[in-house]
């Protein structure tokens, strides 16, 4: 499929996600048209249970991609729900805070997503189900500069897209 | 914009100068010793018809703020004059200006002859008594009124300092509006001084770090308009682009131009893993220079494309490295403390100017290129992204402040760090790179 019909499918399912959340939790600031989201929270199958009751990012250290023991569980959950749902696919957001150069933080937001797909790889996920981007500094969810954002910014965000070529 | 632009010299028989008088030249030397501007008066050129007056005005007032911008002229305003030049070939009348204590001083002549105009204009040592250099000449379109003016500053710059001049050249930058969490980006290209801005993309995808070509006709930015970052090169007069050809599922971003205008230097990340490569433009043919685990960012060339200065994390935080232009083994030039980014080569070759990141502190510097005598130019919450004026003696950058309300602006600041001002842009602004001189 080519990427415009993903970019309107993704469209859609924004679309539908902003009418299905009633809380209004709109995927978290990831760039572009979030996929996610879709569907009733308490359908295990659903994007928004994925989003939600599993947690589609993780957080990172000042200047590290390593992932923690509290991300490692959040990606094992994410690997075995992408397991049980095999009709996505998932573009993985890597973000960096502010204190760093742009493009430094390009590639380090780089390595964050990387670190994310490696783990679903390595927990089963077809690599070809899995494409990482990095928004560097360009995409911050908080704007306070101060740790307390800046944590938060860290992140490396598993946005899902149903797959129609499956 | 203006179509031709000639230089003529003025008929020598027009003024026979008087011989240089022995004293002190009219000169600047640009050193960290400058501290004193050099005063200078331009009074309005003289229109040669009423329809050139508000123009004469104006040139005369780019002329002025073009030199007291650098911070080494000091403008003698006209409500201190007591002299007037009525007519551009009459003697000048030193005294006068002594009496304001005007050492140098400028006089001019514009001409209007449907679209097209000519500027004439004089340098003189008012102490010396005498003409500095000979008087010039420039002709072209009305609309390309600001870049007569500024082809006089730099000549007169030129002619105090023995500097090249930078005020006839262009920026290129990105036009930042909206909040921090909702940032929209457009490319933008102005004047120098923040004159006619245009701009060269919409806002509808992120757009990064623009950079000149080295005859400024082309400009080489990182777009997300694919849903993943890659370089584009558009062609800065016809607003047309493309995207460089870069391997699927790869992101490609910090390209810069070989001074040969035709090779490109930029990163690739592939696998998590960033990496130099470069690309020939015209071929599609790429390289790769570095191999390493680490991240290998922001590549820039010396000016004679031998070496790239790049930054890399390879020793567990950022730092300077140089290395042959064709890859090969790279020496680290940055061991103060902090980290180190974006490097840019200075024009003469002589110094590179980063971006230092200190104790939560970011700093716009230069050091020589073996890295010795590192000097920090500017302190901020954030700095970063430093790009050289055509003569090498100023630096543009990104300054963004602190806290939810943060807004990026552009500054700039001269290499003996002083003189910091900011750059006037209609909306917020980053990543400025900066043109060579215009023909």
Known sequence: MTYLNKMILAGLLAALAACTNATGYDGGGSAGAGGSGAGSAGDPASPAYFQQAIGDRVLFAVDQSDLSSEAQSTLQAQAEWLMRNSDYSAVIEGHADEQGTREYNLALGARRANAAREFLVSRGVAGSRLKTVSYGKERPIEICSEEACYAKNRRAVTVLSADLTG | ?439
């Open chain 2, 1 to 439: 914009m203006m179509r031709f632009l000639v230089a003529v010299l003025l008929g020598a028989a027009l003024l026979s100068a008087p011989a240089r008088a022995q004293n002190k030249p009219l000169r600047i030397e640009i050193t960290e010793g400058v501290i004193e501007p050099m005063p200078f008066a331009v009074p309005d050129f003289v229109p040669d018809s009423p329809a050139a007056s508000e123009m004469a005005r104006q040139i005369a007032r780019v002329i002025a703020s073009d030199l007291s911008g650098t911070g080494l002229f000091r403008e003698v305003p006209a409500d201190a004059h007591i002299g007037a030049v009525s007519d551009f070939s009459a003697p000048i009348q030193f005294a006068d200006w002594k009496a304001v204590n005007a050492q140098a001083l400028i006089t001019g002549a514009v001409g209007m002859s449907g679209d097209r105009v000519t500027v004439r204009f004089r340098v003189w040592d008012v102490f010396a008594g005498a003409e500095l250099g000979n008087g010039l000449q420039y002709a072209g379109t009305a609309d390309g009124w600001r870049r007569m003016a500024h082809k006089v500053a730099d000549a007169v710059y030129s002619r105090i300092t023995g500097e090249g001049g930078y005020f006839d050249s262009r920026v290129v930058f990105v036009s930042e509006t909206g909040p921090k969490d909702d940032r929209r980006k457009r490319l933008a290209i102005m004047d120098y001084d923040g004159a006619n801005v245009q701009y060269l993309t919409d806002s509808s995808s992120i757009v990064l770090a623009p950079r000149f070509s080295p005859t400024g006709d082309r400009v080489l930015y990182t777009s997300y308009e694919t849903g993943f970052p890659r370089i584009f090169v558009m062609d800065v007069g016809q607003v047309q682009r493309r995207v460089l050809n870069t391997p699927e599922g790869t992101m490609s971003f910090a390209p810069r131009f070989a001074p040969d205008g035709r090779t490109v230097v930029y990163s690739l990340t592939q696998g998590g893993n960033t990496d130099l490569y470069r690309m020939d433009l015209a071929t599609g043919h790429s390289e790769r220079l570095t191999s390493a685990p680490s991240i290998e960012t922001a590549p820039s060339y010396s000016p004679d494309g031998g070496r790239i200065v790049f930054e890399s994390d390879r020793s567990g935080t950022q730092q300077l490295y140089i290395m042959p232009a064709g890859g090969g083994e790279a020496t680290r030039i940055s061991f103060g403390q902090g980290r180190y980014g974006t490097p840019v080569w200075s024009p003469r070759g002589d110094l590179i100017a980063f971006t230092k990141q200190n104790k939560g502190r970011f700093h716009i510097g230069v050091m020589r290129t073996d890295g010795s005598e590192e000097r920090l130019l500017t302190a901020s919450f954030l700095d970063e992204g430093p790009t050289w004026a055509p003569n090498g003696r100023v630096i543009m950058f990104t300054r963004e402040t602190q806290g939810a309300g943060g807004r990026s602006s552009l500054y700039s600041v001269d290499i003996s760090g002083r003189n910091l001002l900011p750059v006037r842009t209609p909306d917020g602004g980053s990543d400025p790179s900066w043109s060579p001189l215009q023909d």
